[in-house]
T-cell receptor
Framework: LAKTTQPISMDSYEGQEVNITCSHNNIATNDYITWYQQFPSQGPRFIIQGYKTKVTNEVASLFIPADRKSSTLSLPRVSLSDTAVYYCLVGSRGGGSQGNLIFGKGTKLSVKP | DSGVTQTPKHLITATGQRVTLRCSPRSGDLSVYWYQQSLDQGLQFLIQYYNGEERAKGNILERFSAQQFPDLHSELNLSSLELGDSALYFC?????????????FGSGTRLTVV
């Protein structure tokens, strides 16, 4: 599985856009990039997944450059409730028996008023 | 409600004891994953089952074991418990082969060993 590197922590203020970058230099051809959000004492929650270029949903955007060696999770106008740990994972997208999810330390985002 | 059900939510037990954690995957999902999260630690992958068969093993201790039953629910058995086993234990599930958009996690079981 491709190893990922992301900042340990980030601080932001309410209303700002937050961009969290993840490096995955040895990403494989069939790997997807997935981001999860975890609040204290809760299970991680899927945010967004992408393969290349840009993906957007109602929660976030994911930017992936052409070389796919990094990705950026963009959270528009964060609020206090976005304070959480954000994990970047890289792996095959296949369901069932393929792959398992190895979580790194994640990025602890603190949103201040 | 994520659709993944874990019971019990909280468990307090003494060192040396044995406990069983239960997970019911989201309807239609064939894979079940178990993770351990200790205080200030990341999520440690323990083991994966797919349609009743063990498919991948992570950092699971020999004192721990798991199984997935024909109805697809899974149990994680922890024996000879030590203080260091105190943690949140999460179960996640994913769909069978084909498209899926990530793994769905349950709300976890908080195990406290005293």
């Amino acid at each position: 599985l491709a190893k990922t590197t992301q900042p340990i922590s980030m601080d932001s203020y309410e209303g700002q856009e937050v961009n969290i970058t993840c490096s995955h230099n040895n990403i494989a051809t069939n790997d997807y990039i997935t981001w999860y959000q975890q609040f204290p004492s809760q299970g991680p929650r899927f945010i967004i997944q992408g393969y290349k270029t840009k993906v957007t949903n109602e929660v976030a955007s994911l930017f992936i450059p052409a070389d796919r060696k990094s990705s950026t999770l963009s959270l528009p106008r964060v609020s206090l409730s976005d304070t959480a740990v954000y994990y970047c994972l890289v792996g095959s997208r296949g369901g069932g028996s393929q792959g398992n999810l190895i979580f790194g330390k994640g990025t602890k985002l603190s949103v201040k008023p | 409600d994520s659709g993944v059900t874990q019971t019990p939510k909280h468990l307090i037990t003494a060192t040396g004891q044995r406990v069983t954690l239960r997970c019911s995957p989201r309807s239609g999902d064939l894979s079940v994953y178990w993770y351990q999260q200790s205080l200030d630690q990341g999520l440690q992958f323990l083991i994966q089952y797919y349609n009743g068969e063990e498919r991948a093993k992570g950092n699971i201790l020999e004192r721990f074991s798991a199984q997935q039953f024909p109805d697809l629910h899974s149990e994680l058995n922890l024996s000879s418990l030590e203080l260091g086993d105190s943690a949140l234990y999460f179960c996640a599930s994913s769909a069978g082969q084909g498209r899926h958009y990530g793994y769905t996690f349950g709300s976890g079981t908080r195990l406290t060993v005293v």
